[in-house]
């Protein structure tokens, strides 16, 4: 089978596989970090089949939605690979890829470095911040209830995860948790200047959004 046929195949697989995921881990997600993913890869030299499978594979099975088991992902993915006959050097380093891509509070340290990782790594991140980036938030904090905004709890202040949890924090306060961190974070060129320019973007959203409910625009 050449590569072509495989990423077709697999762009099959993961539509079929993720038919009935919640919004912002749809195949939709998948679509826009494979778009991202060749983009950058433009700029990168890098394995690219690797890139290709890495990004449509990296959300195949999250452990959020499958009781925290982090090892049905990758399983998932090398199950599949085999059963296309990919190369075994290709099915290692994809799992590698999906074993290490997660952001994890910034704490973990990835056991596993290539510049394919960062590519699907830096892409997946970039659906996480700017407009597509502030939808995927208010669609999460909707789907678990939560309040967008809450003056009382400042969303500058240094709450622990757990606390954060135990006060439902309201989704406003994910932009400092997260996502106004992650263009510090990004590994590749290309990578840093879209991330940038996102970031901008959701820096203007956010004083936007302070004047807007302190009705002065
Ligand atoms: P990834 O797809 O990179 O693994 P996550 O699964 O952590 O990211 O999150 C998926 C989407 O939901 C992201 O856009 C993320 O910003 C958003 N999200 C995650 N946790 C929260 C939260 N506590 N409040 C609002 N949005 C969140
Ligand atoms: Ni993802």
């Known amino acids: 089978m050449n590569n072509s046929e495989l990423i077709n195949k697999t762009i099959t697989f993961v539509k079929e596989k993720l038919n009935d995921a919640e919004g912002g881990h749809d195949w939709f997600h998948i679509e826009r970090v494979y778009k991202n993913a060749l983009l950058i890869a433009k700029n990168t030299p890098c394995d690219i089949t690797v890139v290709q499978l890495g990004a449509l594979l990296h959300d195949i ?31 290692t380093h994809v799992v590698n890829i999906i074993e290490n891509i ?19 790594q830096d892409a997946d991140r970039l659906d996480a911040i700017g407009a597509i980036g502030i939808a995927r938030a208010f669609h999460y904090g ?8 809450d003056p009382k709890i400042d969303p500058v202040t240094n709450m622990t995860k757990e606390e954060y949890k135990k006060n439902n924090a309201p989704t406003i306060n994910h932009f400092y948790e997260k996502l106004l961190l992650l263009k510090d974070k990004m590994n590749t060129e290309t990578g840093k200047q879209i991330a940038a320019e996102r970031h901008r973007f959701m820096e203007t959203f956010l004083s936007q959004f302070y004047a807007e409910w302190e009705g002065e625009k």
């Open 61 to 91: 099975a999250d452990s959020k939605f499958h009781n925290g088991d982090e090892t049905i992902g990758p399983r998932t993915a090398r199950l599949f690979l085999e059963s296309e006959n990919a190369p075994e050097d290709i099915i």
């Open 102 to 120: 997660s952001y994890k509070g910034g704490n973990f340290e990835k056991k596993f470095t290539s510049v394919e990782l960062d590519i699907v």
């Open 142 to 149: 909707g789907f678990k209830d939560r309040t967008i905004y």
